[in-house]
């Protein structure tokens, strides 16, 4: 509790943290357990910063990309952690006092005298609860779901070739398009789609790689070796170490699940919150990308 009111919060903001860990969506639930609302929807607009365990499958495709040492990978993936959580908690300070004012945050826990549980009580709110995220939220998960999927798969291509049908599609056709946006980060075009897939589901990333590059998803190993193979058009790398940590940067700020937008919007009762906090995450990786990237080439890593 102390620690956490260094930032603003208070200690029952620490577990709807810690649950970020595994999966935003729960700990965002989670923080219904805060009675002030202030710090409730500061704790929400923070929470996607905790690196939940979707993006590990990034993070263990690009980090071989940078760090050839196991030791240096482990260190790696410590620091990325380390970065989100510290961001997150900063922000906190920073986005706090602007959320209004309010009563300093008071920690009380008063524990209960334990029960053996109910199971039949249990089951019915379990299932009562799950009713309600599928017909509140999974209904617009499943509409977004179809709309990215329609992206990536249509228009249909004369050719069998996945890798042309990616090119031809949608998704494929505004990578081209944003490539111009991208390329200051050290992406292609081909970046470009898998980021833009990705936006429904941070495991989207791995498939859309995999068929722009014709391997298999599971074959980690095979992935890295044809991304470290790429080359632009004068021969020269693609996939650099600077452009892998460009990519890494990116996946730790930016709000990669539409899912978790849903279920901000519900929590909060509002979209203004949920397409800010998307809107925000989204600017702010890519501005931390292309400094990490730009600063990187002016002082001659690449």
């Known amino acids: 509790d102390g620690v956490m009111n260094k930032v603003g919060l208070s200690g029952k903001s620490f577990l709807p943290l810690l649950s970020g ?27 996607p910063w905790t690196s939940c365990t979707a993006r590990l499958p990034v993070y263990t495709l690009i980090i071989p990309l940078i760090f050839v040492e196991a030791f240096h990978q482990g260190l790696a993936l410590f620091g990325i952690y380390a970065l989100g959580t510290i961001t997150a908690l900063l922000a906190a300070k920073i ?59 249509y228009p249909k291509s004369d050719s069998d070739d996945p890798i042309v049908q990616q090119a031809e ?19 292609d075009n081909r970046m470009g789609t898998a980021m833009i897939a990705s936006f429904a589901a941070r495991e989207v990333f791995r498939s859309s790689i995999a068929i722009s590059y014709a391997t298999d998803e599971e074959d980690g190993e095979e992935m890295r070796v044809k991304l470290a193979a790429s080359t632009h058009s004068d ?24 899912p978790t937008t849903v279920i901000v919007r519900r929590e909060t009762g509002s979209w203004k919150w949920a397409l800010a906090q998307l809107a925000g995450m989204t600017i702010f990786a890519y501005l931390a990308s292309l400094l990490v990237y730009q600063i990187g080439q002016l002082l001659g890593y690449s």
């Open 235 to 258: 021969g020269t790398a693609l996939y650099t170490p600077l452009v892998g940590l460009s990519i890494i940067v990116f996946f730790i700020y930016a709000l990669q699940c539409l």
């Open 21 to 47: 860990y595994a999966c935003a969506i729960p700990g965002i639930m989670a923080t219904r357990t805060i009675p002030n609302n202030k710090e409730r929807l500061a704790t929400i607009l923070i929470l």
């Open 95 to 153: 986005l706090k006092p602007r959320l209004g004012k309010t009563e300093p945050p008071q920690f009380l826990l008063e524990l209960p005298p334990y029960q053996k549980p109910q199971w039949r009580q249990v089951l019915q709110q379990v299932s009562e609860r799950a009713f309600a995220f599928i017909k509140k939220a999974g209904t617009v998960i499943l509409g977004l779901s179809i709309i990215l999927w329609f992206l990536e798969t």
């Open 169 to 187: 599609s949608f998704n494929g056709q505004i990578g081209e398009i944003i490539e111009p946006v991208v390329a200051p980060l050290g992406w």
